[in-house]
């Protein structure tokens, strides 16, 4: 949900663990070349790419799974922009992150465990010589360099004491009592990947580049955090935060701050209705572009990029007439701004001047999401107006590129290891039409070695947000399902992103609705190809997208199977335990759940509503710390599948949150266990005869 942005064959499993390195064995068991769930391990992508000062090189991290620990790995790379060369910066059995290049380029900044706690580290680039800076007891965030060099800013957690409700006496010498009540009296109380919250907030500091006690420049009641930037002179941080009154009744009001750093003094410098965020100073100091949008209290929201004088005055947006969402964005050197948006689910790149004229340059970015097709890239720009970004397509996760002009080159092929012995699916793009005269956009992905003749049994894959989109990216997930023999289709019905406001807002207060209808066009358009069996259909999604599989079978019979992944079944009792409380009932509903005539369309909204009308073979699976939509709405459609004599299964993940990615193999888990469902339930993993 947004809220605003297992093992296969012995031989296959030794495989998967083979690095890059030591290169590839060959295969000899029958289907050999057909993608596992488990040969994630086997995947590597790019991210964060950071072009240097100078446009000669870039350093990026460099994503991968380790099978034995059964953790993400990140290590640090970089790649010569003209040559190609590729070698290893920053590796071992550590992770490593968030590098960022000095002014001159001399030195590259980065974020290490390698010594216990995440700390700020800094490399010599001649010299290979490393320093650690910093002594933090927690982690840092947003780390930004001075322009002289000589400091860095970052922002950190900064714990604080709540105020005791009673003093417990003290337990006898000896004695051994429980543990002593947990006080919650905050609204955001915890969070999904982040377990319940300490008392305290999140602040911006700054350290000197040579080392030394860092200093804390912002105070208060507040939160301070996100991307951090500084004027040319030094002397000032711009920042964004929430400081209304009551920041955890009143989301989406961050606003730009300017924080002097010897006085500490804040000035605000945008008053809007809405988010303004991600400050970035221009090269000649004037302005700050940002992003932001003005809050209508409507389910989607997007981003557009904005552009102010340096003291906020002349505030503008640069995209607003594109009707388009910004995901990130760079000054070049000539006072113009690189930004990525999203349009038809293909991530695009854009150039703006300050005087508002735009234009796109190239398109087919992506890659930071592997486990399905989502969107997610980023990128950094050098003063000479070179592109660091990242590129994906069906069959390839993130790699490093360039852009210069209109022209984009890829400088990494991080898989191909991975691609010489795998067959990977086709993707075929299709547009439907609703009954309502509403059209969307899908994709149909085809197993390897595709026979037309053939009939195939299909899954309808769906994305959750709802708001985001699925596009021509690759998916570790729907490989595994084409591999096992599956046609998959995956859709951007009505309130995904990348198609306008009015598209993404059609289910404004009103989902689940009329996406549904989209998804079964999809699906009649893709049973009339002729080579889907229509007595073999299954249906899965997760977040957004179980809540869409759940009213599904709510609604319709014609699926052998569902997986209902992380679903919200119940919106009443979603509203208030989900880590968003202050969000989903004012912006999805314009009403919280006990407030006059709210509760009947909550009900009406809810899958729990049709649970008596479901006869299709139902699995369920979710996180066992998921807080963004807790196991308890997991919980409450399994016992009434159960009372309503459905065939059904609950698959409870031990210690995983939302994303299901806190191990790899919770990722693998999923794939293989919606397999296992499946084909219990009439799947296959290859195609009929036709007949």
Avoid: C
């Amino acid at each position: 949900m947004k809220t605003q942005r297992i093992l296969g064959s012995a031989v296959a499993l030794t495989l998967s663990t083979l690095t890059l390195a030591g290169g590839v064995a060959a295969q000899t068991s029958e289907n050999t070349r057909a993608y596992k769930p488990v040969d994630l391990f086997a995947l590597e992508y790019a991210a964060d790419p950071q072009i240097s000062p100078d446009g000669r090189q870039i350093a990026y991290v460099r994503r991968s799974f380790d099978i034995m620990a059964d953790k993400a790995r990140s290590n640090i790379w970089i790649v010569n922009v003209a040559t190609g060369e590729h070698r290893p910066l920053l590796s071992g059995g550590a992770s490593f992150s968030s590098p960022r290049w000095s002014p001159d380029g001399k030195r590259l900044a980065y974020v290490s465990g390698s010594e216990g706690s995440a700390q700020i580290y800094i490399r010599w680039m001649d010299s290979g010589a490393t320093a650690r800076v910093t002594n933090l007891t927690q982690g840092p965030g947003g780390i930004t360099w001075s322009p002289d060099g000589k400091s860095i800013a970052f922002s950190m957690f900064v714990p604080g004491e709540g105020k005791p409700i009673a003093s417990m006496p003290a337990a006898p010498e000896g004695a051994k009592w429980a543990p002593k009540p947990i006080v919650i009296d905050k609204l955001d109380y915890r969070g999904d990947g982040a377990g319940y919250a300490e008392q305290g907030h999140t602040h911006i500091f700054t350290v000197s580049a040579d080392g030394g006690v860092p200093r804390q420049v912002t105070k208060g009641e507040f939160d301070y955090g996100g991307a951090i930037d500084w004027s040319r002179d030094g002397k000032t941080l711009y920042v964004s935060a929430n400081r209304t009154d009551d920041p955890e009744r009143t989301p989406l009001r961050d606003q730009i701050y300017a924080v002097d750093v010897a006085s500490q003094a804040i000035t605000q410098l945008t008053h809007r209705e809405g988010p303004s965020a991600a400050p970035k100073v221009s090269p000649d100091g004037k302005s700050i572009a940002f992003l932001g949008f003005t809050d209508r209290l409507t389910s989607n929201q997007e981003f557009s990029l904005w552009v102010m004088n340096r003291d906020g005055g002349n505030a503008r947006s640069l995209t607003q007439t594109l009707d388009v969402g910004i995901n990130d964005f760079a000054w070049d050197g000539r006072g113009g701004l690189y930004y990525l948006f999203d349009q038809q689910g293909t991530t695009k790149l854009g150039y703006a001047t300050t005087s508002g004229s735009n234009r796109t340059i190239a398109s087919g970015f992506g890659g930071e999401d592997i486990g399905r097709p989502y969107s997610g890239a980023s990128l950094t720009v050098a003063p000479d107006g070179t592109v660091a970004t990242n590129v994906t397509t069906p069959t390839e996760p993130g790699d490093v590129a360039v852009v210069k002009g209109s022209n984009v080159k890829r400088l990494t092929r991080l898989n191909d290891d991975v691609s010489a012995i795998r067959d990977l699916a086709s993707v075929e793009e299709i547009w439907t039409t609703a009954p309502d005269g509403v059209k969307s956009q899908s994709w149909i992905m085809k197993p390897a070695g595709f026979d037309p003749a053939k009939k195939y049994p299909m899954i309808l894959e769906i994305h959750g947000g709802p708001h985001t989109n699925y596009g021509a990216r690759f998916s570790a997930e729907m490989q595994a399902y084409a591999a096992a023999g599956y046609v998959v289709l995956y859709s951007n019905p009505r309130g995904s992103t990348s198609y306008g406001d009015k598209f993404a807002n059609l289910i404004d207060k009103a989902y689940p609705g009329g996406d549904y209808d989209d998804l079964m066009a999809a699906v009649d358009a893709a049973v009339a190809k002729g080579y889907v069996d229509p007595q073999r259909l299954f249906v899965t999604g997760g977040s957004g997208g179980g809540v869409l599989t759940a009213w599904i079978v709510g609604k319709s019979n014609r699926f052998r199977a569902a997986v209902v992944a992380k679903p919200v079944i119940n919106w009443t009792s979603f509203a208030l335990t989900s880590d968003g409380a202050a969000y989903y009932g004012r912006y999805w509903f314009g009403k919280n759940p006990w407030e006059e005539g709210a509760q009947a369309e909550y009900w009406r909204r809810s899958p729990l509503s049709l649970v008596g009308n479901v006869k299709t073979p139902t699995m369920l699976i979710t996180g066992e710390q998921d807080f963004r939509t807790p196991i308890s709405e997991t919980e409450q459609y399994y016992a009434g599948l159960k009372l309503n004599g459905v065939d059904t299964a609950m698959v409870r993940v031990p210690e995983s949150s939302h994303g299901m990615m806190d191990h790899p193999s919770r990722l693998v888990a999923k794939s293989t266990y919606i397999l296992g469902w499946f084909a219990k339930h009439g799947g296959a993993s290859t195609a009929s005869d036709g007949k």
